[in-house]
């Protein structure tokens, strides 16, 4: 038996209105304790897929299996498994972080710990303040926690970083990587390949609501980048060789630089996930 | 019933957060000084011209405003995934306006009748004000789901109190009185609203007050089977 935790077959949606297909025909499929990576250009389909998994949107053609089972015969109980975490601020502005969380706590069976939760991510200590006055930072890290509030074993974070510093970007990154650790799916949507490269097991890239690309990030990047060392020395000028990889051992230049030249820098031919974002989508990131 | 009841305790806090409480207990005194400035013996007569401005577009206003709020705040979307579903959703935010139509109606019914010998059939009254609260709010949330933000739901409820509400009331102050609107009146909701409120006041045909009930009663159900169909399509656009 599959330990896929969701199998999506030739997934079709058209939002009501348009005649052209958002999501045109996408398959893929995650497992228990990974963390899928879901990334395209703005329009891609991207928070249209993750919107058809979380069953905001319904009228879709083809199939979605949620541990097997079709996603539509699923009732309400489907939301006390996951947790969603938006890529807007999702918390009534006149109430406090904490009168929020606890709202939305009583509304689930089961509860994560919120106190260790907002202490380890800063906002313990801002609980009884009202969210119109919480920074952009503090809302996204607050949704954070709406995410996690029901101890839920898949996540789905839109942009989870997206307005956070590199402090509380870090800790972020590390719950979600806990949190596959403990044996928790993630799928994650992000235009940051930064974030994908480190927190995905296998990334998929979408462009014009198909998928293009899936693999992990190790071998997409083996797959798009160059068997290559290039090494910069100095010998009286400045100079670039670049050699092939799989011959490096056989390369006497290669050593011969190593032993008697003034190095400068070495660099592998691996590409960077940036680099295939624009190869596979064939849009530039932008920010 | 248990999420039904902390998604009502929700609205409620929302409503005074929000301040929302605040300015329903400001209309209440402005009905209060309208009844004080009154004439003793006409008190009684105006009470149901009161409780019924109050019932149907305060509640069509509450329960709009509360959605806007929580739409502008992408809130909704916060509760799409959550294991409630909309009945129990749309039941606490129509049992918060009722509350809030209850109070009111509470508060002017003891003014009422410590300063102004009001005498009514307190309970028929309370279980007007009740069931046509309940029949506006789920219009006041159909009117949301087609409203681009608050300015646009007040317009709207601006038209619709001149093309339902004031017809009605004119008709109540015998200000208008021609065959053919009081005939007309019988497709207008708070035509029928007005009538529940006043047969607890003095008598009124006994035919009419059947029609009144269930209409209001239809309008109900059917507002609310209209509500709750068209919510997932509203939350997942994030408004009109």
């Known amino acids: 038996m599959s330990d896929a935790v969701f199998q999506v077959q030739d997934l079709r949606f058209a939002y009501p209105r348009n005649k052209e297909e958002t999501i045109k025909g996408i398959s893929f499929e995650f497992s228990q304790g990974e963390i899928f990576g879901f990334l395209g250009p703005s329009g891609a389909g991207k928070s249209t897929t993750q919107k058809l998994l979380i069953k905001m949107l319904k009228d879709y053609k083809g199939q979605a299996l949620y541990r097997g089972k079709d996603l539509k015969a699923y009732g309400k109980e489907f939301f006390s498994e996951i947790g969603v975490g938006f890529e807007m601020p999702v918390h009534f502005s006149k109430l406090t972080a904490l009168e929020n969380i606890e709202f939305f706590k009583r509304l689930y069976p089961r509860h994560t710990d919120v106190e260790s939760l907002m202490k380890r991510i800063g906002l313990w200590e801002h609980r009884n303040k009202k969210l119109s006055e919480y920074s952009k930072g503090m809302k996204m890290r607050l949704n954070f926690v709406r995410a996690l509030l029901n101890d839920p074993k898949v996540l789905f974070l839109d942009e989870p970083t997206n307005g956070l510093d590199p402090h509380n970007a870090r800790i972020i990154k590390d719950i979600i990587l806990e949190f596959r650790a403990a044996g928790g799916t993630a799928f994650l949507t992000t235009h940051l390949m930064h974030d994908a490269d480190e927190l995905c097991d296998r990334v998929a890239f979408i462009a014009e609501g198909e998928i293009r690309e899936i693999d992990s990030p190790k071998n997409l990047k083996l797959r798009f980048g160059q068997r290559t060392i290039t090494v910069e020395y100095e010998d009286g000028e400045r100079c670039i060789e670049t050699f092939d990889m799989t011959t490096l051992r056989k390369n006497e230049l290669f050593f011969d630089i190593m032993r008697t030249k003034n190095l400068t820098t070495i660099h592998s031919g691996e590409t960077t996930l940036d680099d295939i974002f624009i190869k596979v989508t064939g849009v530039k990131l932008h920010g | ?240």
């Open chain 2, 1 to 240: 019933m248990d999420r039904v009841l902390i998604l009502y305790k929700g609205e409620m806090n929302r409503t005074v957060k929000y301040g929302i409480t605040g300015a329903s207990l400001a209309a209440t005194v402005l009905w209060v000084l309208a009844l004080q400035f009154s004439q003793a013996g006409s008190v009684t007569a105006l009470f149901p011209l009161v409780l019924y401005i109050d019932t149907t577009l305060m509640s069509f206003l509450l329960a709009g405003v509360t959605l806007v709020f929580e739409t502008q705040e992408n809130v909704l979307q916060s509760f799409l995934v959550t294991p409630i579903n909309t009945t129990e959703f749309l039941l606490a935010k129509g049992l918060a306006v009722v509350t809030s139509s209850v109070i009111t109606f509470g508060l002017l019914t003891t003014y009422g009748i410590l300063f102004k010998n009001l005498s009514v059939n307190i309970l028929g009254l309370l279980a007007a004000v009740i069931v046509i609260s309940f029949a506006f709010a789920q219009l006041g949330i159909l009117m949301t789901y087609f409203s681009k933000d608050f300015t646009d739901l007040l317009m709207g409820m601006f038209k619709f109190a001149i093309v339902f509400s004031l017809p009605t009331m004119l008709v109540f102050l015998n200000v208008f009185n021609a065959r053919w609107l009081t005939t007309l009146q019988y497709i207008n909701p708070t035509k029928h609203a007005i009538t529940l409120l006043q047969a607890s006041v003095f008598p009124v045909p006994q035919q009419d007050l059947i029609i009144s009930i269930v209409y209001i009663l239809v309008l109900s159900i059917a507002g609310f089977v209209g509500a709750y169909k068209l919510f997932d399509g509203y939350v997942v656009k994030g408004g009109a």
